[in-house]
């Protein structure tokens, strides 16, 4: 028994977007998997952001994000990566203490250190803009 993921057409979710699909070949049945990594965020750039590139060659462009906690009990700061090139241009431009709006996704990333494996969750924007 093999399995298989396979995207339903026309979108199936409530958002619009296509909903993936768990498909048993053998016995031909399908399990939805309603699962949706979907963000917007709105806040403040902390810094204008760095341009890095990784030992594979990958560009990016990485900044913080500071965002009010509800009722004022303080701010989180969240690390924002921008891959492609419409947004690494964007993330360029940002300066200190504008404020903006991100949609994206959130990841896990992973990468081997000098004490072991390591990892952080990291904001991947999509679109950047100000607000």
Do not use: C
């Amino acid at each position: 028994m093999s399995e298989r993921y396979v995207t339903l057409r026309p979108p199936l979710n409530v958002f619009g977007g296509f909903t993936m699909a768990k498909k048993n070949i053998a016995h031909d049945e399908v399990e939805i998997d309603y699962s949706l990594n979907d963000l917007l965020l709105r806040g403040r750039v902390s810094a204008p952001a760095i341009e890095k590139e990784l030992p594979s060659g990958d560009k990016l462009v990485e900044f913080r994000l500071i965002v009010s906690r509800e009722k004022g009990a303080g701010v989180d700061t969240l690390d924002i990566a921008a891959w492609s090139a419409k947004s690494r241009r964007s993330a360029l431009s940002l300066k200190g203490d504008e404020w903006i709006e991100v949609s994206g996704s959130i990841h896990r990333r992973f990468w081997k250190g000098a004490s072991g494996l390591a990892s952080r969750w990291q904001v991947e924007a999509i679109e950047i803009r100000r607000i």
